[in-house]
């Protein structure tokens, strides 16, 4: 009787309100789960989307947003969800689960993608090949601001409270003027393609007070380093970085997210999500100097028209000749090329 009243539907824009109160209500979702990158994906990266969910007696019960990904260098996939680190179904009815799982499939057949692909935090299917690449980071925040700067390993709090002796000051921005320079400087000294600026201007517009951007300067004015995170229930959620040359020197990174966590215990937000690392990477590393613990992503992958898990990241050795010369493009050349590309990676 009740699977019998269960019933899938496509999110239309007069839905998004009952999709995203449910998202905000339901444990397993994430900010990643919001309806608005529904339209980022598709504005910014022109990706079409499909925002399955599940209704059961006239309420929202599950949901599971899809974007489908055509590259000429990474194939054809649909994804849940591109340029998001987590994704996959949302959802504790566990029949409306298995029936948005049976619609994607049918999906994905009927698209004829290579593979579909869950950007899962937890595994839902481990029979299915997986992406052991990467790993996420989270930790609560402390009631009192200076419990949590006592909880930060010995010598990573020395680099915090040398970025204090510098003098460094930390100011929330009302634009990404200056997160955008020191991102897309960032980048391209990694060899990365950086995603428009545009992008960033559309986080800041359609979150408002939940995107947020940090920058560090030093005495003089000068910017060093500066965050793009959101919030969400709670949580706190760097996700975008960038800076000078000079910032380690000065110790701006460290400050920067030390002043991040500060304001976060200030307003009351209890959880710290430093975001995924690749395995073995210096940002991995990074996190890990703060005390906080690694959690394997469980992104899972059915395959359809290929033999193994796609590997569209910088640390495959493919790619290496592609970021040996992208580091030697000039700054102007690198940020009007690279959103052409970096669309198809997602």
Known sequence: MQAAELTVHTLTADERPQWDAFVQACPQASFFHLSAWQELIEEVFRHRTRYLYARRAGQIVAVLP????????????????????????????????????AEAEALAR????????????????????????????RKEILPAVDDNLQAIPRKQRAMVRKGIKNGLRAQFDDDVERFFALYAGNVLRHGTPALPKRYFARLRERFGADCEVLTVTD????ALSSVLGFRFRGEVLPYYAGDDPAARELAANDFKYW???????????RLFDYGRSKLGSGPY?????????????????????????PQNNPMNPKYRAFIALWRRLPLPVANALGPHIVRNLG
């Open 259 to 269: 002043e991040l966590m500060r304001h976060a215990c200030e307003r009351g937000d």
């Open 66 to 101: 899809l974007a489908e990904v055509k590259s000429r260098l990474f194939g054809h996939a649909l994804s849940s969800l591109p340029f998001c680190v987590y994704g996959g179904i949302a959802g504790e009815d566990a029949a409306a689960v298995a029936l948005l799982e």
């Open 219 to 222: 005495p003089a004015g000068r």
């Open 110 to 137: 009927s698209l004829g993608v290579q593979h579909l692909e869950y950007r899962n935090r937890v595994a839902r299917h481990p029979e299915w090949p997986r992406q052991a690449l990467y790993a996420t980071f």
């Open 285 to 309: 590393a990074f996190k890990k100097n703060w005390g906080f613990e690694p959690a394997a992503l469980a992104y899972e992958y059915r395959l359809y028209k290929r033999d193994s898990v």
